[in-house]
């Protein structure tokens, strides 16, 4: 497992696991292409034997208070395996280098396996943004984390990315 900062070069096989991952509402390349080149965010990669398998992103302004993760997405084939945990360490990582406080997400209601991957890395749920997710009429879970309190439950250096491919190795 090799995490990598995302450039534009991985835009066609970022679109091609978010066309796959969320078919119904999927970010236009366009959207995507700006949330990669954008200087407030930044989006890693997760790469195994040259190929991109996941990505994630955050949003975080240098010395601002809070952030929020924009999406993560993984290969079907590559979950469950502990690699959307290393993502989202990462991405929280990011966010603590920049000074960030609080962390925001918006899930899906009906995504029961990343909401239990938010809530055991110490998200909690604050609201509900009914009917948000279209089509479908899903409520957006709206969760958050207090960065000042949080730390890798398993492994201390888990939110370095290259700590996950030493981990791996």
């Known amino acids: ?6 450039t534009l070069d991985d835009l066609a096989a970022i679109m091609d696991l978010e066309r796959r991952g969320f078919p119904a509402d999927a970010w ?3 959207t995507m292409g700006t949330e990669i080149a954008s200087l407030h965010n930044v989006y890693l990669v997760d790469v195994e034997a040259g190929r991109v398998v996941g990505y994630g992103g955050v949003r975080a302004l240098q010395g601002s208070a809070d952030s929020d993760i924009q999406t993560i997405a993984l290969d079907p084939s590559m979950r469950g395996r502990g690699r959307g945990r290393a993502l989202l360490r990462a991405l ?10 609080e962390l925001f997400l918006d899930v ?6 990343a909401r239990a991957l938010y809530s055991s890395e110490g998200f909690v749920e604050l609201g509900r943004r009914p009917g948000y997710y279209q089509p479908g009429n899903v409520d957006a879970v709206v969760m958050r ?8 439950a398993a492994e ?8 996950a491919e030493e981990a791996s190795a």
Do not use: F, H, K, Y
């Not at 201390?156 to 700590?163: E, Q, T």
């Open 1 to 6: 497992m090799t995490l990598r900062t995302a």
């Open 28 to 30: 236009s390349e366009q």
């Open 92 to 101: 929280i990582g990011i966010a603590v280098e920049r000074g960030a406080r």
């Open 108 to 113: 899906r209601d009906d995504n029961a396996v």
């Open 145 to 152: 984390l207090d960065l000042r309190s949080w730390a890798p």
């Open 156 to 163: 201390p250096d888990a939110a370095r990315p290259d700590a």
